[in-house]
Each structure stands twice: as C-alpha cells, then as structure tokens.
C-alpha cells in the first residue's frame, strides 16, 4: 500500500512511525552513541592499545582503530529501532593521534533494515604498557633524572643536538622534571656533558644499588644520577 510521508510529503511503501526512511533518519536517528569521542592509551614502545583493562596488539594502526570502534562504540539503537550494530568504518582524516572516522550503522526496524553513518574520533593518549615498564625498568643501567623549571626544554635541545646511539630506553617526563634511562653508562656520560654545556648543572646524587649479577657472573649495579639545572 502507498502511503504518505508526514513530514516530506513522498509517498512510498516503507514508513516508520508515519515517516519516510529518509525522514527516520534525520529527524529521529537509528543510533545514539555514548560518546562521540573515544580516547584509548597506546603504549610508544609496542604500540599496544588498552581497550577496557586489556592491552591488545594489532598488525597495523588501522586494525587498531577498527577493533577500538568495535570494541568501545557500542551504538545504542533510537526509540522504534530493534537493533543496531557497526558494519564498517573508514577513516576521515590522516591517521594520527587524533582520528577522525566514518563510521556505518546497520540498524534493523521490523523487516526494514536501515543503514547511517556518524563522524568519531578516536584518540591515543601516549601511554607506558605494564610489560615495557617492566622491561625496561630490568634493563636501564643509568637513570638521569633532570630537575629544575628549565629541565624538560633542555633535555630535548640536548636530545636534538646529540642525536646518534645514546642508548636511551625511555625519556619520561614527571612533574618535577625529566628522568632518563640509558642502557649504557658512556650514553649518560655523553649526555651530562651536553647538558653541562648548555646550562650550569649541578649534580647532586649518585647512588648505587645492586642488582644481581651480570652474565659473566660479576655483581652489576645501577646508577641513578640527579642533575638540577640552575635558574638562569
Ligand atoms: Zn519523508
Ligand atoms: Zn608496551
């Protein structure tokens, strides 16, 4: 039977609640989402995501952002639609911390299936996952910690100027300054020497702590430098 759109006017046979597909769609929606953003953590070391309290891996960034969608979206169906699921995505803007993605909605209503699409963004928080933690913090045999208000701009004009194999593991920054860990002591030692050059530097602690034993079975130690740079 050919009905009436109430609200446009076009006739046709399929109609919800008086109103076109269409209309449906614009006017009264097949989904609601919780959130239109999604910010999940990304480990920098091995690019796992946490989903939930889960550290996945996938083979790309993409698949990343496909199982975040599938996993987090969780589209809620309208008033009138009896289900609603994801059927696909495609990404919006350049793949980057910050994602846009279009993604397509398969709703059904009664017999009539319904298909839509909502803009997202998917966000990467950088983040540290357990296991590197863990790795790294075996593996580091020097830890600089730099301190004082200029810290964090200095280190990474260091960085830059130095460039080359440093052996650094990890550079975190923590609300005092900047703590580095190096796999290496000749590393460290480059480093510090670069940072005296740029700024006066006072270094205030030196500790040792043993850690076991070394392959060769000699006694290892680690060490944890403090380097506080003077106000200017
Ligand atoms: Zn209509
Ligand atoms: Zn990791």
Same mark, same amino acid.
């Given at each position: 039977?050919?009905?009436?759109?109430?609200?446009?006017?076009?006739?046709?046979?399929?109609?919800?609640?008086?109103?076109?597909? @269409?209309?449906?769609?614009?006017?009264?929606?097949?989904?609601?989402?919780?959130?239109?953003?999604?910010?999940? @953590?990304?480990?920098?070391?091995?690019?796992?995501?946490?989903?939930?309290?889960?550290?996945?891996?996938?083979?790309? /960034?993409?698949?990343?952002?496909?199982?975040?969608?599938?996993?987090?979206?969780? /589209?809620?169906?309208?008033?009138?639609?009896?289900?609603?699921?994801?059927?696909?995505?495609?990404?919006?803007?350049?793949?980057?911390?910050?994602?846009?993605?279009?993604?397509?909605?398969?709703?059904?209503?009664?017999?009539?299936?319904?298909?839509?699409?909502?803009?997202?963004?998917?966000?990467?928080? /950088?983040?540290?996952?357990?296991?590197?933690?863990?790795?790294?913090?075996?593996?580091?045999?020097?830890?600089?910690?730099?301190?004082?208000?200029?810290?964090?701009?200095?280190?990474?004009?260091?960085?830059?100027?130095?460039?080359?194999?440093?052996?650094?593991?990890?550079?975190?920054?923590?609300?005092?300054?900047?703590?580095?860990?190096?796999?290496?002591?000749?590393?460290?030692?480059?480093?510090?020497?670069?940072?005296? !050059? @740029?700024?006066?530097?006072?270094?205030?602690?030196? @500790?040792?702590?043993?850690?076991?034993?070394?392959?060769?079975?000699?006694?290892? !130690?680690?060490?944890?430098? !403090?380097?506080?740079?003077?106000?200017?």
């Amino acid at each position: 039977m050919v009905k009436t759109c109430i609200s446009c006017g076009r006739k046709g046979e399929i109609f919800i609640k008086g109103l076109c597909i @269409e209309c449906f769609k614009n006017r009264i929606g097949i989904a609601r989402l919780r959130d239109n953003e999604i910010t999940v @953590e990304m480990c920098t070391w091995c690019g796992r995501v946490r989903i939930g309290h889960k550290w996945y891996s996938h083979k790309t /960034p993409e698949d990343a952002v496909g199982d975040i969608i599938v996993r987090r979206l969780k /589209p809620m169906p309208s008033e009138h639609v009896d289900r609603v699921e994801v059927s696909g995505w495609v990404l919006e803007s350049k793949l980057d911390w910050r994602t846009r993605v279009v993604v397509e909605l398969r709703a059904s209503v009664g017999n009539t299936i319904i298909r839509d699409s909502k803009s997202v963004v998917v966000r990467f928080k /950088p983040s540290k996952c357990p296991d590197c933690v863990t790795r790294v913090s075996g593996e580091y045999d020097t830890l600089v910690q730099v301190r004082g208000s200029r810290a964090r701009q200095i280190v990474y004009r260091v960085l830059a100027n130095l460039g080359g194999e440093l052996g650094i593991l990890d550079v975190v920054e923590t609300r005092e300054g900047v703590d580095l860990y190096f796999s290496h002591r000749g590393g460290a030692s480059r480093f510090l020497s670069a940072l005296k !050059s @740029e700024a006066r530097v006072k270094i205030s602690r030196v @500790e040792h702590e043993h850690v076991g034993l070394s392959g060769g079975g000699r006694r290892r !130690s680690r060490k944890t430098i !403090s380097a506080r740079i003077d106000e200017p």
